[in-house]
């Protein structure tokens, strides 16, 4: 069974860091196109950053480009994403989400294209 898991949520003050983390089993990083996601409060979910198992090729929304950092370990079938410098913007539940890529980068992919999605991890900013 395919399983994703987000952790590393939690509040944090505006101008600081946190590291989300998604594990994934029930299969191996191979070849899979991994994204992370977020949705406000009152807003639709929107594409934060999503990185390609097979060559590592990543790819940032504009709102998050040089303050989040997303990378893996498929040694531990496990994606991160780094968020630093973080705004209230920013407050959000982020989601993981996983698709066979069968080679093609990653940030053709959208919302749609995902079949496998993790429960969600909270981040609030405050101000």
């Known amino acids: 069974e395919v399983q994703l898991v987000e952790s590393g949520g939690g509040l944090v003050q505006a101008g600081g860091s946190l590291r989300l983390a998604c594990a994934a089993s029930?299969?191996?990083?191979?070849?899979?196109?991994i994204g992370w996601f977020r949705q406000a409060p009152g807003k639709e979910r929107e594409a934060v950053s999503c990185?390609?198992?097979?060559?590592?090729?990543?790819s940032d929304a504009n709102p998050v480009k040089g303050r989040f950092t997303i990378s893996s370990d498929n040694a531990k079938n496990t994606v991160f994403l780094q968020m630093n410098t973080l705004n209230s913007e920013d407050t959000a539940v982020y989601y993981c989400?996983?698709?066979?890529?069968?080679?093609?980068?990653?940030?053709?992919?959208?919302?749609?294209?995902?079949?496998?999605w993790g429960p969600g991890t909270q981040v609030p900013v405050s101000s």
């Open positions: 989400a996983a698709a066979r890529s069968h080679g093609i980068s990653c940030n053709w992919f959208r919302s749609r294209d995902y079949g496998y």
């Open positions: 990185i390609s198992s097979s060559d590592g090729t990543t």
């Open positions: 029930g299969f191996t990083f191979d070849d899979y196109a």
